[in-house]
């Protein structure tokens, strides 16, 4: 009986194993051909930015959009940010992805600003490579000169645990980044540690509030509560406060009552891309979903 029990507890194991390294050699398999993948996206034109609203919570006004990548490889199908960014980091392709999201958004920017959109603002998420490039400063204001794009017409979101990985350097290239005139948002606020301290030090114009935070409201005390302190937070930092991942009328509500500034959401509108943005914006859709006359 012993040797039978240690012969299943091996065969076990070895299942184990087997199961163990068929499953990371899929994973692996699977990063290695996005990775050929992503590298040849750009030549071929596979990328897309969709772009989302963002509505000003008191008066229902679209302020801006957030812009957000997509990628439609050759083979079909559509593969999300959350899924290939990552990868794009590890490979080093972000940097030229960067490049063509900055450039891409900038020329979308300037066209909503000819068409006389004013006011209007693209937001642009920087991944940590970018920002540590040191060109960046560079490389922002190129885009914008290339695209004739206003500088105000831009905002760049940078995540809570970019800045503090190395706040000094960080500092010095906000600072250089807000002397060309683009507003810096932190992007997934309150899923970070940062120091409040130094939160204080950085040349910021925007918190935006993670969403998980905001599912789970009003109904979940502990959300509601983070959610309340973050604002009041921002307001006393005289920061603009957002909440993303607004789903429900009930968390609008709620968010409009603890005079959060702005709101970016489902309930509102997914990205889209940016001739039917445009087609939403003129159609009123937007103010309808906002003062709740439509569903
Ligand atoms: P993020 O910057 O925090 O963007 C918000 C994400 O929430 C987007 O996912 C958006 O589509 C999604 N979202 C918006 N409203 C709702 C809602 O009401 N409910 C829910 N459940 N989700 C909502 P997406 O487009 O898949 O992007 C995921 C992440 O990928 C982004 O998170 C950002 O970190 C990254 N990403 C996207 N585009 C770019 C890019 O151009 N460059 C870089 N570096 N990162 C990007
Ligand atoms: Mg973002
Ligand atoms: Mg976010
Ligand atoms: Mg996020």
Redesign the pocket.
Known sequence: HADAAMYRAKECGRNNFQFYTEELSARNAQRMYLTNGLRQALDRNEFQLHY?PKLEARSGRVVGV????RWFPAGGGMI???EF?PIAEESGL?IPI?DW?LATACKQAAGWRREGRDGFRVA????AA?LKNRDVVQVVAQALRDADCPADALDL?ITESMLMENPEKVSRTLQGLCDLGVRLSI??FGTGYSSLNYLKSFPIHELKID?TFIRDIPGEAGHASIVKAIIDLAHSMELIVVA????TAEQKAFLERERCDEL????FS??LPAHQLGQLLDSGAIGRAWSGTVS
């Open positions: 989302q957030e812009a957000l990548i999300s940010p959350a960014i972000i960067g999201v642009v998420n920087l991944s970018q979101e992007d997934d969403q993303e991942g607004v789903e970016q959401g489902y309930l997914k990205p």
